[in-house]
T-cell receptor, first 113, second 109 residues
Framework: SQTIHQWPATLVQPVGSPLSLECTVEGTSNPNLYWYRQAAGRGLQLLFY??????ISSEVPQNLSASRPQDRQFILSSKKLLLSDSGFYLCAWSLAVKNTEAFFGQGTRLTVV | KQEVTQIPAALSVPEGENLVLNCSFTDSAIYNLQWFRQDPGKGLTSLLL?????REQTSGRLNASLDKSSGRSTLYIAASQPGDSATYLC????????FGAGTRLTVKP
């Protein structure tokens, strides 16, 4: 069966520090991968999605970047965090086939102080 | 760019009541629509997936409908229970997947 792993679960980082959040999927190949951010009490904002290795679509220009170094690995990074980067970050995957469900990781609660 | 709207933003009902949550989207060229549940501080749990060619899907006390041409979906919850209290999110998928802001449901015992 397929599983998605996202870590760490919580993270407290100072302003100006770098960030690296990792998401990996097991039990499938060539998935679509997604990064979302959810501000407190708000909906999910799509940050990046990827339909294959090295193929990243960016939704919101900001100081975040994403990379997909391997088929089932999706990394969210920042060189210098801002206070406004605080939030709940969620990774998701789906099969590339159109009519299939998407599944989410458990999320990373990031607090920038 | 696809815009997804959910109404109401919050809903409080007594236990046992039937209720309807609404989701609308601006671009009907979607592959599917998916309803999720989110408990506070947690990730999302998939409830129902409706393919673009389908009109509705049912799972237990949940029934979701899709009218793609008018850009609307509803989630019907029958005989609500306190354990149904959560935020309900709809998402429409093409290559990307876009969400509404959710409906926060409270079911009072």
């Amino acid at each position: 069966s397929q599983t998605i792993h996202q870590w760490p679960a919580t993270l407290v980082q100072p302003v100006g520090s770098p960030l690296s959040l990792e998401c990996t999927v097991e039990g499938t190949s060539n998935p679509n991968l997604y990064w979302y951010r959810q501000a407190a009490g708000r909906g999910l904002q799509l940050l990046f999605y990827s339909v294959g290795i090295g193929q990243i679509s960016s939704e919101v220009p900001q100081n975040l970047s994403a990379s997909r170094p391997q088929d089932r690995q999706f990394i969210l990074s920042s060189k210098k965090l801002l206070l406004s980067d605080s939030g709940f970050y969620l990774c998701a995957w789906s099969l590339a086939v159109k009519n299939t469900e998407a599944f989410f990781g458990q999320g990373t609660r990031l607090t920038v102080v | 760019k696809q815009e997804v709207t959910q109404i109401p933003a919050a809903l409080s009902v007594p236990e046992g009541e039937n209720l309807v949550l609404n989701c609308s989207f601006t671009d009907s060229a979607i592959y599917n629509l998916q309803w999720f549940r989110q408990d506070p501080g947690k990730g999302l749990t998939s409830l129902l997936l409706i393919q673009s060619s389908q009109r509705e899907q049912t799972s237990g006390r949940l029934n979701a409908s899709l009218d793609k041409s008018s850009g609307r979906s509803t989630l019907y919850i029958a005989a609500s229970q306190p354990g149904d209290s959560a935020t309900y999110l709809c998402a429409v998928r093409r290559n990307d997947m876009r969400f509404g802001a959710g409906t926060r449901l409270t079911v009072k015992p």
